[in-house]
């Protein structure tokens, strides 16, 4: 299982607590896990992600072990403490303004 940690605006939108956990079959990347979490809440759809074009949305970041990876390809496999669920994926908005 794949530990998830959601900012508060999508955890109240899932009606979920801060971290979920989802199953990921094959390899485990930003890809494979933000689909599982669609999946299991289909209300977060394009929250995250462009609904069609499947990138990133803006004032959305990506963190595992102390890294941001928000700009890495969203098929590279992420760190094996995520994969072993040592560590959490974690999705954060980010902020803006002045």
Do not use: W
């Not at 209300?43 to 595992?64: H, I, K, N, Q």
């Amino acid at each position: 299982m794949i530990r998830v940690i959601l900012p508060p605006h999508l955890r109240t939108l899932a009606s979920v607590g801060r971290e979920v956990q989802v199953e990921v079959s094959g390899a485990v990347t930003q890809r494979t896990v933000l689909d599982a979490v669609e999946r299991e809440y289909p209300m977060l759809l394009g929250t995250m992600r462009d609904r069609e074009s499947g990138r990133r949305r803006a004032l959305v970041r990506f963190f595992a072990c102390e890294e941001d990876l928000s700009n890495e390809s969203p098929d590279a496999e992420l760190p094996d403490r995520v994969i072993k669920g040592e560590e959490p994926f974690m999705v954060v908005g980010a902020m803006a303004g002045g």
